[in-house]
């Protein structure tokens, strides 16, 4: 169990499926090809996820794509937050006990896109609990698809408003297949990190693995170096109904929420060096 997964990869498409100058039959059909993934959250909690697509060679920010989270019948448009050249990271929430749809596809709304037909971007797809620090797990059915449309050939797009004398042919196929997952079946369990509990005014002085959780020192070495060295930096109050077991704020809780702050920044931080 971690706080994210690889899932599968995927193929961005607006491009022939044969090359011209391989095309002696006539048959190499423009596809525009987008990736879907569903998402079911199997848990009694609504869960909040981030959704990072990467791709190199042609880079991710190579053709302008969009992106919608479809829950409820709502297809929602999303912005990337975090966007880099090769990285594109998207927030989505599916409500407890639901199923919500992902899409990631080529922006088809403009025509230059689908004229030009030179889209083909190829990379791979990870997902990650939005909020890492905590006591929850998150069982969830992760099923990615690839889906596509060809269009017919020789396609001119119409105008816009189209001529009422124009016509198209409309002899439009779909094709949609199933990816394998990195996992290699659907279902995955992403569970939060449980930082220890430890009694007020007690200083961490304890090896990696023992109270301080081993997926601390796989994410942030640096950061568990520095604390075991200077062990009152690190202090976690005891807490009851949001509130220090003893009823008092103390300079050691400043401290607490300084370092964790920290600590959330710098995994975030370690998070797009190794999607780089």
Sequence with gaps: MAISTAVSSFELLVKPLVQSSADILGAGRTIIQGYFLT????????VTLRVNFKAQSPNISSRPLLAFFDVNNVNAPLVANPSTAINQTYTISVPAGDTGVFLLQPDVSQASIVATANTEIRGFVTVSLAQPFGSNSFNLLLTPQQRGTFLP???VVP???PSPSATTNQD???LAYSLPTATGGAQVTLSQINLP???IGTPIRTPIGTQVLPE???LDPDLLQAIQQNPNSLRELAVQNGQPANGLRSA???GLQDAMSQLIERL???EQIALR
């Design 153 to 155: 050939k020789g396609f």
């Design 39 to 46: 998402i079911s959250n199997l848990n009694t909690i609504p």
């Design 252 to 254: 050691a809780d400043n």
């Design 172 to 174: 439009f196929d779909q």
């Design 197 to 199: 509990i430890f009694p």
């Design 216 to 218: 601390l020192a796989t």
């Design 159 to 161: 105008a816009t408003p």
């Design 268 to 270: 975030e931080s370690l």
